[in-house]
């Protein structure tokens, strides 16, 4: 299977990690990642003023390269997927929007968000299936208690998102179980980390990041997973006294191409 792919910024500098262990893993599975050409910056974030259109030309432009392949694109990061995911709904809903994007875009055809935009995890889920995965590792993560940390741009806006649920979500928790380990459930797994206050307030976003870790440790795990580099820098930095590392590293390691990502 081959799925148009977008990295990011962050994922081809600090996150390297990120973008490698996605790569190898989804090759062991059957999936060729093929990376947008000429991508840019998603923008970073996406805003709702509805005549700003200048920082989501990037987006629009991978979403359009998918389409005009007839392949799903896919993302890893939680805020470039949160920005895209964003973008392409409002190309299929505000026609005000979308017909200015257009027109400063001067493409031959014009797009109208008739990408399928999915987060790595949702890949994983519902294009390759968690069975699959699970009878694919050769290496099961058995006796590992891993606390997943959702933070706030995978879940959110629900009615765009469309994930899981913004409140109770279960698709990193069932993500651990198909590499073997056993996740562990806490109450600030989908709470905002404060990675985007650091500079206003450092002891506040401090406070959060502190507050999230304990809460994982307390229930008893033994390690935290996220997909976003931001959360996962914010918590390191702030101390998190149990490993932090990415989803995509342990999916790796399970299948038993971790050693491989130096290539």
């Known amino acids: 299977m081959k799925v148009s792919y977008f990295p990011g910024c962050t994922l081809k500098n600090k996150a ?67 920005v895209i995911k964003q973008t392409n709904h409002a190309m299929q809903t505000d026609k005000e929007f979308a017909n200015k994007v257009n027109r400063y875009m001067a493409c031959e055809k014009s797009y109208a968000g008739e990408a399928q935009v999915y987060h790595y995890l949702e890949m994983l889920r519902d294009l390759v299936g968690f069975d699959t995965i699970k009878a694919k590792v050769t290496n099961a993560l058995k006796g590992k208690k891993i606390a997943a940390y959702y933070g706030c741009l995978l879940l959110r806006p629900n009615r765009v998102m469309q994930m899981d649920d913004p ?8 993500f651990i179980k198909a590499i073997g380990a056993t996740p562990v459930v806490y109450a600030k797994r989908n709470e905002c980390c404060g990675a985007y206050i ?42 998190a006294d149990i490993p932090v590392v990415y989803f995509t590293e342990l999916l790796a390691e399970a299948l038993g191409v971790k050693e491989d990502t130096n290539e």
């Open 16 to 82: 390297k990690d990120l973008d490698a262990y996605a790569y190898k893993s989804a090759a062991a599975l059957g999936v060729t990642l093929e990376e947008i050409e000429n991508w840019q910056c998603c923008g970073g974030v996406f805003t709702t003023a509805r005549d700003e259109v200048a920082t989501k030309l990037s987006s629009v432009r991978a979403l359009k390269e998918a389409a005009d392949k007839d392949q799903p694109l896919i993302t890893v990061c939680s805020a470039c997927h949160n």
């Open 167 to 174: 409140e109770n979500p279960t698709i990193m928790e069932d």
């Open 198 to 239: 650091a500079m206003e307030s450092p002891a506040l976003a401090e406070k959060s990041s502190n507050a999230i870790v304990q809460n994982a440790k307390a229930a008893g795990a033994e390690m935290i997973i996220t997909a976003c580099p931001l959360c996962r820098y914010n918590l390191i930095k702030n101390g």
